[in-house]
């Protein structure tokens, strides 16, 4: 009996391991727009459970800023990022049908730091630092949300969490795969890492360039302006790129493809100012 057992713990790793291929599913998450993006996706951690500890992982980090006094300090500040996102949020659903009706939420943080990220289900925050060390224009604030919502819309953090539990096979993952245990802890813990400390792979980037100028443009904004806020970026960290955007190819790699994207959905960024001119 005792050698039967042995048997079963040397093959429960390749029945889990199993389990997780099972449990994963290919999904295309967005329409491929103008920019073309049709990659599929591997999926294990399902858009529910993603929503749920980004909504969490989110609030948590609001109400300690709150705290801090670090939430919205600057109002006309603040209004400047809203704006933008009230034209970029109904260009979503040139991706995706749903999003325009996600539960949006967009504030400023005060910190010195060069950075600003959108989770999961739309939660939007820019670091008062991005804004006020590169000086901003509103297209290139435009650039940088459009960057960001792209990664939501992509599902990006989604997809890099379950890719992170297909390598780390086990009990946790086997209880994440189930819905039972310590799985929603687990969750959270792993949304935090992928979505602050780890930096997204160079596809995520340059998928999230791209989609990131058709939603600008179709908000209204100079999708070029990303060409001259990679080289404020490239220049505030001299020559390299920032910590948010430690994995993207080279400087000029990028500025090369952000140019070639850009012209192509110029008639789209024609398109959207010549509706918002007032009528003779």
Known sequence: M?????????????????????ACQTVQTTQGGAVGIERR????????????????????IIQQAGQKNALNRDKDQVERVRAVARRLIPATGA??????????????????DLNAWCMAGGKIVFYS????KLSLTDNEIAAIMGHEIAHALREHARERASQSMVTNVGVAVVGAVLGVGR???????TVAKVSFELPNSREHETEADRIGVELAA???????????????MAKASSGAPPQWLSTHPSNETRQQDLQQYAARVMP??????QRARPVK
């Open 2 to 22: 005792n050698r039967h057992f042995g048997w079963l713990q040397g093959f429960l790793p390749v029945m889990i391991a199993a389990g997780v291929v099972t």
């Open 41 to 60: 996706q591997m999926m294990m951690v399902s858009s529910k459970e993603m929503e749920q500890a980004s909504s969490q992982s989110y609030h948590q």
């Open 95 to 112: 991706f995706r049908p749903d999003a325009p009706a996600w539960q949006w939420e967009v504030n400023v943080l005060t910190s010195n």
């Open 129 to 132: 630092g991005i804004i006020e």
């Open 183 to 189: 799985a929603g802890t687990d969750l959270i813990g």
């Open 218 to 232: 179709l908000g209204g904004y100079d999708p070029r302006a990303a060409i001259s806020l990679w080289q404020k």
């Open 268 to 273: 789209l960024y024609e398109q959207a100012t």
